[in-house]
């Protein structure tokens, strides 16, 4: 009976020791850029990686099209004029 729980005690040093020195795995959104793009499996069309789960579920509907950025010049030009006034 001694044998035994002194290999018990053993045991449960070693459990307790992995587990204290196994790291926490990430959780999925955490190895995953919050900005990265990705396309979607079933129709092909490119969006927010986050976003592909909903999107899917929601049956795939088509995303609107983001308004084109106005050119670098144009934005420049705005910012100064706000700023003037």
């Known amino acids: 009976s ?3 729980s002194d290999m018990n005690y053993h045991l449960e040093l070693r459990c307790r020791g992995a587990a204290a020195e196994a ?3 990430p959780a999925a959104e955490e190895l995953v850029a919050a900005d990265a793009i990705g396309a979607c ?3 092909d069309q490119k969006m927010p990686l986050t ?3 909903d999107h899917i579920d929601a049956g795939c509907p088509p995303r609107a099209a983001a308004a084109p ?3 670098r010049e144009s934005r420049v030009l705005e910012d100064l004029r706000q700023g003037a006034s």
């Open 51 to 53: 976003e592909i789960a």
């Open 2 to 4: 001694v044998l035994l």
């Open 41 to 43: 499996p079933l129709c």
């Open 69 to 71: 950025s106005p050119p």
């Open 23 to 25: 790291p926490a795995a």
